[in-house]
């Protein structure tokens, strides 16, 4: 059998990804358990973006910064920073959730604001995204049957839990009009993948109750 580099390269890079998307979301969800256990009794408050400082510069020159927010406790300042790079500055006063231990308000994280955020959003798209692509690609060339309607519904939840993630590691919450007080008009770009999604699922599940009338 004549040995196809296409086929190999192919396979590698999406075996690369899978392996790479199941190792982030394994860290992922093991951080998010921790520090929900963590927090479990811990306080909110408004956390107001303050500042900047440079987490990292790429051999490209790209830039990505730390954030620094400032919330208040018993009439005292505070300050609270991501612990990941990020390419986006909000707007000053911005706000996002912060969750800070009762008797020592100096221990504080964001809502969001972990990297085990990060970890999730790119761990989804990297196991979910090529499997749906496989998927599809067993589907066109007959070796896998399954119902269309099934893959519309699959891509109309990734586009919405792609938006989702996004909009919940820049704001700390699941809703949208968060993310615009967060980052302001690049919210845009994630609730439009959450609004998208739904009217994709939704319109599948109408579609597929008029047929069976």
Known sequence: MRFNIKKAIIIFLFSAALLSGIVLLFLGIKDSIGLAIKTKEWFEAPGYFRDYSVYNVSKEGETTYRLRYVFYSGGAEYFVETDYGSEIIPEIDSIRTVLYEPEN????????????GVYLTVGFMFVFIPLFMIICWLFITGRLKINVK??????????FAVGELFIYLI???????????????????????????????????????????
């Open 105 to 116: 308000p100096g221990n504080a994280v964001l809502k969001g604001g972990k990297a085990s």
């Open 150 to 159: 099934i893959l519309d519904f699959t891509a109309g939840f990734l586009i």
């Open 171 to 213: 704001s700390g919450s699941v809703f949208p009009r968060k993310a615009f007080g967060s980052i302001g008009i690049i919210a845009v770009i994630p609730s439009l993948m959450v609004l998208v999604g739904i009217i994709q699922m939704f319109k599948t599940v109408i579609n597929g109750a008029k047929e069976k009338k």
